[in-house]
């Protein structure tokens, strides 16, 4: 349910990107018309006021930063409200709300609306509204699975995202070339139908269809559940939570107040994280906002073909999320699994490039392996990583902070979100390079931001392989 809830919103998300190109492109190329009547001078008759003006770009980066900017400030509320509010009436109501605006953003184009302020209002109004579905996703996913395999879990599950954005700039590509309005309007109905069945059918809790709830700490090994600690080995997790499956109890326990925000900060390894996050989310919804652009114009493939092409990072997204998570379970060292696939984005991220657009096969193979390592630390920091700092053994089993963690991460994230397409709105008129440089630099100071907590999960490791050494010494002498 809550694969599909996230895709439905990821899926209404993508077709501005889309239909960018279309609103703006060289109509030199176009047959006009019969009853087209403009004068022969006019170089821009075929695109969309306000957008045909020299700098659309900007205006383009402005609609994309009024959804981002309203998005990020929202988050930091949204999880608050999300931890006291019953997630699935809260989910609900977001989504029709997200399908209603979606859907106004379409109809400008059948309601012949060239006026900037009214597409801004609109973005900024449904970027407020979809920050009902992170928290809610994640805190329902953290209610029904405990710690032993949430990085795989999490990892598979948040190919949601990516799956929503291939869905979205398909759909969205079927009618960019003409009605470009029912790119829009299309995923607004679905967002809209998906709430109705997630209202009549999420079940929030294990409890509630009398399962028993998951052990996100197994009481004899407490201080195992470190998120920084990767001394946790995978199979000492298991076994804490076959006890607990074995011991787990469903009798009601007196309900524990919510965390407020400043104590979830204070939860070790959330701020760097978050900071973290800035940088990474910044990449990769530049790519998200403005890949199918940087196509059209570098490649010359028209807006359904751009489209259709960077699809592609998002597969390539759903295998680096689903490595990341799988990685970070072997290893439990969830800050340097996401260091080093930053570290390997940004040589990628220049050859793309320089080299990537030398033939089409290549162009597959490297978007594919951009796409896996922006992507796959992304999707561990914003699934597994705020899941293991929302049970974070010093909230001494206070499950109710997950919503709000989830949120301030996801919203420091998504000021990244924002400043990325604004900066590539503003940079790209000097040249695509000049925006992969910026790229390159943000991804490497996401990278910088964990070099504390990568230095204490290699601590870690170490001590953790000389009690495996020292035991192994110590069943060799009994013997």
Same mark, same amino acid.
């Given at each position: 349910m809550t694969f599909l809830i996230y895709t439905t919103y990821h899926m209404s998300r993508k077709p501005i990107s889309v239909v960018k190109s279309r609103l703006h492109q060289n109509c030199s190329g176009i047959i006009e018309p019969v009853n087209e009547?403009?004068?022969?001078?006019?170089?821009?008759?075929?695109?969309?006021?306000?957008?045909?003006?020299?700098? /659309?770009?900007?205006?383009?980066?402005?609609?994309? *930063?009024?959804?981002?900017?309203?998005?990020?400030? +929202?988050?930091?509320?949204?999880?608050?409200?999300?931890e006291r509010l019953p997630l699935r009436y809260y989910l609900s109501a977001g989504m029709l709300l997200s399908g209603l605006f979606t859907s106004l953003f379409g109809l400008g184009y059948f309601w012949n609306i060239h006026v900037l302020w009214y597409f801004v209002l609109i973005q900024i109004c449904n970027g407020l509204v979809q920050t009902t579905g992170w928290p809610s996703v994640v805190t329902c996913v953290g209610n029904w699975f405990g710690k032993g395999k949430r990085g795989l879990i999490m990892g598979?599950?948040?190919?949601? !995202?990516?799956?929503? *954005?291939?869905?979205?700039?398909?759909?969205?590509?079927?009618?960019?070339? +003409?009605?470009?309005?029912?790119?829009?309007?299309?995923?607004?109905?679905?967002?809209?139908?998906?709430?109705?069945?997630?209202?009549?059918?999420?079940?929030e809790y294990p409890e509630d269809v009398d399962c028993t709830p998951p052990q996100h700490h197994g009481e004899?090994?407490?201080?195992?559940?470190?998120?920084?600690?990767?001394?946790?080995?995978?199979?000492?997790?298991?076994?804490?939570?076959?006890?607990?499956?074995?011991?787990?109890?469903?009798?009601?326990?007196?309900?524990?107040?919510?965390?407020?925000?400043?104590?979830?900060?204070?939860?070790?390894?959330?701020?760097?994280?978050?900071?973290?996050?800035?940088?990474?989310?910044?990449?990769?919804?530049?790519?998200?906002?403005?890949?199918?652009? /940087?196509?059209?114009?570098?490649?010359?493939?028209?807006?359904?073909?751009?489209?259709?092409?960077?699809?592609?990072?998002?597969?390539?997204?759903?295998?680096?999320?689903?490595?990341?998570?799988?990685?970070?379970? /072997?290893?439990?060292?969830?800050? !340097?699994?996401?260091?080093?696939?930053?570290?390997?984005?940004?040589?990628?991220?220049?050859? /793309?490039?320089?080299?990537?657009?030398?033939?089409?096969?290549?162009?597959?193979?490297?978007?594919?392996?951009?796409g896996a390592l922006v992507n796959g630390p992304y999707a561990l920091i914003t699934t597994a990583v705020s899941a293991d700092l929302g049970t974070h053994k010093s909230l001494k089993g206070n499950a109710k902070a997950l919503s709000t963690v989830t949120a301030i991460i996801d919203g420091t994230g998504s000021i990244g979100a924002a400043l990325g397409p604004l900066l590539a709105g503003l940079i790209s008129p000097t040249g695509w390079n000049n925006v992969f440089y910026m790229l390159i630099s943000a991804d490497i100071l996401a990278c910088l931001l964990l070099c504390r907590l990568v230095y204490k999960e290699i601590l870690a490791w170490r001590s953790s392989l000389r009690r495996d050494k020292g035991s192994s010494v110590a069943l060799t002498h009994a013997r």
């Open positions: 009547s403009h004068s022969l001078n006019d170089s821009t008759w075929c695109n969309w006021a306000p957008f045909d003006q020299s700098n /659309y770009k900007e205006l383009l980066g402005a609609v994309d *930063n009024a959804f981002l900017v309203a998005y990020a400030i +929202g988050m930091f509320i949204s999880g608050i409200f999300g598979i599950w948040n190919s949601h !995202t990516s799956v929503g *954005n291939i869905l979205g700039s398909l759909v969205a590509g079927v009618w960019v070339d +003409g009605q470009w309005g029912l790119s829009f309007v299309v995923p607004g109905i679905v967002i809209a139908i998906m709430g109705l069945v997630t209202f009549f059918f999420l079940v004899p090994e407490e201080n195992l559940d470190n998120p920084e600690d990767p001394a946790n080995r995978p199979h000492a997790n298991k076994e804490s939570s076959l006890e607990s499956a074995g011991s787990g109890s469903k009798e009601p326990s007196a309900g524990p107040a919510a965390i407020s925000f400043f104590g979830a900060l204070r939860i070790p390894g959330v701020i760097e994280f978050s900071l973290c996050l800035l940088f990474a989310k910044l990449v990769s919804y530049t790519f998200l906002y403005w890949l199918p652009l /940087y196509i059209f114009n570098v490649v010359h493939f028209s807006a359904k073909e751009a489209g259709d092409l960077s699809t592609l990072f998002d597969v390539g997204g759903i295998i680096g999320g689903i490595l990341a998570g799988l990685v970070s379970d /072997y290893t439990n060292g969830r800050a !340097t699994t996401c260091c080093v696939m930053l570290i390997l984005a940004a040589p990628m991220m220049f050859l /793309y490039n320089y080299v990537g657009q030398n033939g089409i096969s290549i162009s597959i193979v490297m978007l594919i392996i951009c």
